[in-house]
């Protein structure tokens, strides 16, 4: 009988601690908030943007993309069917930014000079902005090779150059069918450059645009009739 009282008590007393505890518990644990699609796809984009400029493409797992997203893999893959086509989509945005930006330098009006000036300025404009984009483009898709995602980018920009180039060659009295050849010779000086300028930093952007443009330029007001080479010193 003593016994049976002892064991009453007891559970007298633990009981309302114990749903006490279990009510503070509950108390602490925030709700967690519910991503909608576009909104849990639009994070992975970003964590994924982020580790794919930190470890390239073949460095970059799904496992971690998912654990800096607090996700699962199966989340992942639902929304880009793998890390293929998440790195696509991020490699697609990237292209579109940098793209817009040096087209509508290009494409707007002033002396010719003054838009190559834009143009470049342009180009480390995004290197600065979007680091970790440019990385990502360069990393994977290095500007020696003849074919992947940020040479063909650099196809389009050297066709908006090309009637810039074209114009000027004309009004020079030279041949304008070399024109897309000094387009692509062009774009892949300013370029390389901001690969460089990616990691040296310095000098300042205003700088470095002013030296290419400088280089382009007199280069170009001091083109021969008909180079060839062991020409004039």
Do not use: C
Request: charged residues 20%.
């Amino acid at each position: 009988m003593m016994v049976g009282m002892a064991t009453l008590s007891a559970h007298d007393e633990a009981g309302p601690t114990a749903v006490a505890h279990r009510a503070d518990e509950a108390g602490q644990r925030a709700p967690r908030t519910r991503m909608s699609g576009s909104q849990r796809r639009a994070q992975l984009i970003a964590v994924a943007r982020a580790v794919f400029a930190e470890r390239g493409f073949e460095g970059t797992a799904v496992e971690e993309i998912a654990a800096r997203a607090g996700v699962s893999k199966p989340v992942v893959y639902e929304h880009f069917g793998g890390k293929e086509g998440l790195y696509a989509v991020v490699v697609d945005r990237e292209m579109q930014t940098l793209l817009a930006g040096v087209s509508a330098a290009l494409q707007s009006e002033g002396h010719p000079r003054t838009v190559l000036e834009r143009g470049a300025l342009a180009l480390l404009d995004y290197v600065e902005s979007s680091t970790d984009g440019f990385r990502i483009l360069v990393r994977d898709s290095p500007v020696s090779q003849s074919t992947g995602s940020f040479a063909s980018l650099l196809s389009d920009a050297a066709g908006q150059v090309e009637h810039i180039l074209a114009d000027e060659l004309t009004s020079r009295g030279l041949d304008d069918t070399v024109a897309p050849m000094y387009a692509q010779m062009l774009v892949g000086m300013v370029a390389l450059t901001g690969q460089w300028w990616l990691d040296a930093q310095q000098p300042a952007k205003q700088e470095v645009a002013a030296h290419l443009v400088n280089l382009a330029w007199n280069g170009l007001s001091g083109m021969e009739r008909n180079p060839a080479l062991g020409g004039r010193p």
